[in-house]
């Protein structure tokens, strides 16, 4: 293919898997694969992806999360391709694009269930010169969160995964069970990682080994951050890191159990063993050292408007038993109503509040905006460093201030990232003029 454009073809429709021994298990499938096929284009290209939808019954979209895509382009829920149907995906990727990305369903009140089915997939856009070594290697390590009946198949949502979003029993990487990785020692190693499950906080441990953060949901930091022990990834989060494996040994990228606020009884332990790296005798050769700085990222100035986005929960007594509501501003999702009106290309300060019992993170469609800074109890820490993000934890009791611009014009989806809420109407439209 010429450079400069990129052009693909996803079909969503169902597929067969075997998780478990001799069982089939009967899931939804970008081209038959879970996660779906690994996207990689550099940034400038021209992309075009036809899409055609194989499911049954079913309408849906596909989300570009985090991409600057022309709104028409980017699987809002008000344009689904019905079942059957067929469209092109077509947009182009501006230079100082390049991050991780992913892309998943987002068709109206169907998300979730689509997304845990398996339908999501890993989205990167290279930059035309990487300032990290290419002896680190590039591994995506995309995060899924699979329930397994006896059976074989994936049941379905509970009342308790409405309320707290839903946790499955096996963490998969790219897809599958705790795989191995066998590098040599004095590896260095570039991961990009990608919470891609509808509702699990990851809080990412490689044991002794200490990892260097350098970039997160919308590309590369401006310089490393070194000797982190843990990586917080609320779902939807993207984070790229280098770890160096210095001796022979086994070590294991484990997420540990956190609590975010669960409601009701039977809170699973959400600690689980992710992957395996063995580390062998015999010797990498000697890997050129990390830059100490980056990139660039650009200043968005001070904003000219300040916005307040509340997320509250709701419990009532209706006709079918308890109903849960997931609100913000006091308001469920109506994607025939615009909520907020923002004019492109201007800086403003978007303030949300988690006035609810549990953590909601963040997400904007269309761009990646920039964390000022946090306060919890009247406490105002800000952002130790700049960094491009398109979802955030807001932990309960929180308020995150974020600087935001859009540059593209339409209307734009602002939502909670635990899948469910976005599904049960935790969801605002931004229109961008
Ligand atoms: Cu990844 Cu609107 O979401
Ligand atoms: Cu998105
Ligand atoms: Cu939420």
Not at 277 to 288: G, I, L, S, Y
Request: with cysteine.
């Amino acid at each position: 293919d010429e450079p400069g454009r990129f052009e693909a073809e996803l079909t969503a429709k169902p597929a067969i898997v075997r998780f478990a021994e001799g069982i089939d298990t009967p899931i939804l499938a970008y081209n038959g694969e879970a996660p779906g096929p690994l996207i990689e284009v550099t940034e400038g290209d021209k992309v075009a992806i036809r899409f055609a939808n194989r499911l049954f019954r079913w309408e849906t979209t596909i989300h570009w999360h985090g991409m600057p895509v022309p709104a028409d382009q980017d699987g809002n829920p008000m344009d689904p391709v019905l079942s059957g149907g067929e469209r092109l995906y077509a947009f182009e990727l501006p230079e100082g694009s390049a991050g991780s990305y992913w892309y998943h369903p987002h068709p109206h009140g169907r998300t979730a269930e689509q997304v845990y089915l398996g339908l999501a997939g890993a989205f990167i856009v290279k930059p035309r010169q990487d300032p990290i070594p290419a002896a680190y290697g590039d591994t995506p390590l995309f995060f899924t969160d699979l329930r397994l009946a006896a059976d074989g198949l994936i049941p379905a949502n509970t009342m308790a995964d409405l309320m707290n979003g839903r946790v499955g029993d096996h963490v998969l990487v790219n897809g599958q069970k705790k795989p191995t990785l066998t590098l040599p020692a004095g590896s260095r190693r570039r991961f990009r990682l990608f919470n891609a499950s509808n509702a699990r906080f990851l809080h990412l441990t490689f044991g002794e080994a200490a990892m260097t953060l350098i970039g997160s949901d919308g590309g590369l930091l401006e310089a490393p951050v070194t000797g982190r022990r843990t990586i917080d990834l609320a779902p939807g989060e993207r984070a790229e890191i280098v770890v160096a494996f210095d001796r022979p040994g086994r070590l294991v990228l484990r997420t540990e159990d956190v609590d975010h606020g669960w409601m009701g009884p039977g809170r699973p332990d959400m600690a689980a063993e992710l992957m395996t790296v063995e580390v062998t005798a015999d010797k990498a050769e000697p890997a050129p050292a990390l830059p100490a700085r980056l990139r660039s990222i650009a200043d968005l100035g001070s904003p000219a408007v300040r916005r307040r986005f509340e997320f509250t929960e709701t419990m009532s007594m209706g006709e079918g038993g308890m109903k849960m509501a997931f609100l913000i501003n006091g308001t469920s999702f109506d994607m025939n109503r615009v909520d907020v009106v923002t004019k492109a290309g201007q800086t403003e300060l978007w303030e949300v509040v988690n006035r609810a019992d549990m953590d909601h993170p963040f997400h904007l469609h269309g761009t990646q905006f920039q964390v000022a800074e946090t306060e919890r109890d009247g406490r105002v820490s800000k952002a130790p460093y700049r960094a491009w993000k398109d979802t955030v934890n807001v932990a309960r009791g929180e308020t995150v201030r974020l600087l935001v611009r859009q540059d593209l014009p339409g209307p734009r989806m602002y939502h909670c990232h635990i899948l469910e809420h976005e599904q049960l109407g935790m969801m605002g439209v931004a229109e961008v003029q």
